[in-house]
Every structure is written in structure tokens, then in C-alpha cells.
T-cell receptor
Framework: QKEVEQNSGPLSVPEGAIASLNCTYS??????FFWYRQYSGKSPELIMS????GDKEDGRFTAQLNKASQYVSLLIRDSQPSDSATYLC????????????FGKGTRLSVIA | GAVVSQHPSWVICKSGTSVKIECRSL??????MFWYRQFPKQSLMLMAT?????????EQGVEKDKFLINHASLTLSTLTVTSAHPEDSSFYIC?????????????FGPGTRLTVL
């Protein structure tokens, strides 16, 4: 199993709908989890971080972490065309100043 | 807060020349910075971990003599691509973690697009 896995997509949703992005991870990736958004030709931008089981909400974004099932998800409510991007799931194998382990990303397309 | 800058944002050079890319944390101190490379339509690939005041840790397959990393201060790390060749053309991105976040959250610079002719 790859350390962080994502469906590459593309995931297409109509404007105003909820976009659901999922990510699973291996036993080695047990620490913090992050969602990044990357527009084409740009660098990743941190959207959410989540460290403990449950939901974490920030505006239209909700991150969900389930350590027992080893998955983390990102929900985007009221999706807008400007949300169209690649969403990268990342985790850490150790705490502290250690590298992130990235999934390959899911391409989201919000159709107006 | 947590702004990371890179310079230059793009560079075109001739094959065989060296190119230096700077990564700065503008409003925080970062003991550790990371360098990534991304080819078109591919995922981020970690090249090395740069620690202030010590040698960088390179990922397997990354030539340390070709990609020189210097982390001279808590706000500056540089990546020098020596004797660049067309296959080194890529999008180079750095990231940094604020010391106050315990090294958890990482913030990315805007990236440097390198084209080697």
C-alpha cells in the first residue's frame, strides 16, 4: 500500500454542490494530516490541518479524520468554479520538522 | 502570516550553467526548509530537507553534488542547480515550517520555474 493514496479524478461537481475528496493512508503515516490546494502552474496552498479524530470546519471546508479506518477527507460546501484545482492530501510519519508525505492529488472540476 | 518567498520566480539558462534559487521565510523563523521538484502533470517530489546550520538530507536518487543546498540562516535556504541540463527543467518549490508550529504545518513558496536550453 502506498503511504498516502488518493483517487486522481477528475471529480466533477456542479456549482453549489458538496465536493467530497478522500484520502487513505498507511500505518507509517500516523501523525498530522493536511489538505493543500494547487492551481495549475502554482505551488500548493495549505487549506486545512487536522490532528485528531473527528471533524474540523473552516468556512466552506470541513476536514474529517478517522484514525481507526485510516482515512481523511475534505468536504467543500457550496462548491464554486474557483475551487477547481488539484487537492493534495498529506501526512507525516513523525512529528516535528519532518517531510510531508503527499498523495498524488485529486483533480476537482466545479462546473458552472 | 507564514509567508514564504522564492527568487527568482522563473529563470531560463543555457545548458552547463549554474542557477541559484533562494527561499525565504518572510515573517517567521524556520529551522527546517524542504525543497521539492514537480514535473508537468506529476506530483510533488521531495528532493531534500534543509536544516539551518547543518548539511542537507537528500532523498534517494537526488545528486547532492548537483543540487547544492545551503541553509545559512533561520530565514534563508538556497538551492543551486550546478551544470544544469535540459532534463533539470522543472518547477522547484520550497516549503518551511514556523518554529512556533512545532514543525507541523508547512507553507510553500510560490515556486521557481527553471528552463534549461
Amino acid at each position: 500500500q502506498k503511504e498516502v493514496e488518493q483517487n486522481s479524478g477528475p471529480l466533477s461537481v456542479p456549482e453549489g454542490a458538496i465536493a467530497s475528496l478522500n484520502c487513505t493512508y498507511s500505518d507509517r503515516v500516523s501523525q498530522s494530516f493536511f489538505w493543500y490546494r494547487q492551481y495549475s502552474g502554482k505551488s500548493p496552498e495549505l487549506i486545512m490541518s487536522i490532528y485528531s479524530n473527528g471533524d474540523k470546519e473552516d468556512g466552506r471546508f470541513t476536514a474529517q479524520l478517522n484514525k481507526a479506518s485510516q482515512y481523511v477527507s475534505l468536504l467543500i460546501r457550496d462548491s464554486q468554479p474557483s475551487d477547481s484545482a488539484t487537492y493534495l492530501c498529506a501526512g507525516k510519519t513523525y512529528s516535528g520538522n519532518t517531510p510531508l508525505v503527499f498523495g498524488k492529488g485529486t483533480r476537482l472540476s466545479v462546473i458552472a | 502570516g507564514a509567508v514564504v518567498s522564492q527568487h527568482p520566480s522563473w529563470v531560463i539558462c543555457k545548458s552547463g550553467t549554474s542557477v541559484k534559487i533562494e527561499c525565504r521565510s518572510l515573517d517567521f523563523q524556520a529551522t527546517t526548509m524542504f525543497w521539492y521538484r514537480q514535473f508537468p502533470k506529476q506530483s510533488l517530489m521531495l528532493m531534500a530537507t534543509s536544516n539551518e546550520g547543518s548539511k542537507a538530507t537528500y532523498e534517494q536518487g537526488v545528486e547532492k553534488d548537483k543540487f547544492l543546498i545551503n541553509h545559512a540562516s533561520l530565514t534563508l535556504s538556497t538551492l543551486t542547480v550546478t551544470s544544469a541540463h535540459p532534463e533539470d527543467s522543472s518547477f522547484y518549490i520550497c516549503s518551511a515550517s514556523p518554529r512556533t508550529s512545532g514543525g507541523n504545518e508547512q507553507f510553500f513558496g510560490p515556486g521557481t520555474r527553471l528552463t534549461v536550453l
